[in-house]
């Protein structure tokens, strides 16, 4: 089973930054892992879980709402994906989540394994 924990939300000012991480643990055995590809997502008050960002063995990919403001990476062992926001605007307040799956999605349902959440508040 894979355990994923996130870290590094908070609360920040128009325009500010800030940096999620995303910690994977218990990958399971075998040639295909179940963290090959990672994601991040984000659930504002009364609105659906939307894509944020991916990355996997072919690359990074982003909702237009966040290109060029926001930067998924991950470490070479590939347990731990960062999320580095910024120039951050009200509108990206919510709780961003980490997902993990053998392949790249942009559903949210097609994700195997989820973290807890954290909450990112963005002042005007």
Do not use: H
């Amino acid at each position: 089973q894979v355990r994923l924990v996130e870290s590094g939300g908070g609360l920040v000012q128009a325009g500010g930054s800030l940096r999620l991480s995303c910690a994977a643990s218990g990958r399971s055995s075998g040639r295909t892992t179940s963290t090959s590809a990672m994601g991040w997502f984000r659930q504002a008050p009364g609105k659906e879980r939307e894509f944020v960002a991916g990355v996997n063995w072919s690359g990074t990919t982003y909702a237009d709402s966040v290109k060029g403001r926001f930067t998924i990476s991950r470490d070479n062992a590939k347990t731990t994906a960062y999320l580095q926001m910024n120039s951050l605007k009200p509108e990206d307040t919510a709780i961003y989540y980490c997902a993990a799956s053998q392949l790249f999605y942009r559903e949210a349902s097609r994700y195997d394994y989820w973290g807890q959440g954290t909450q990112v508040t963005v002042s005007s």
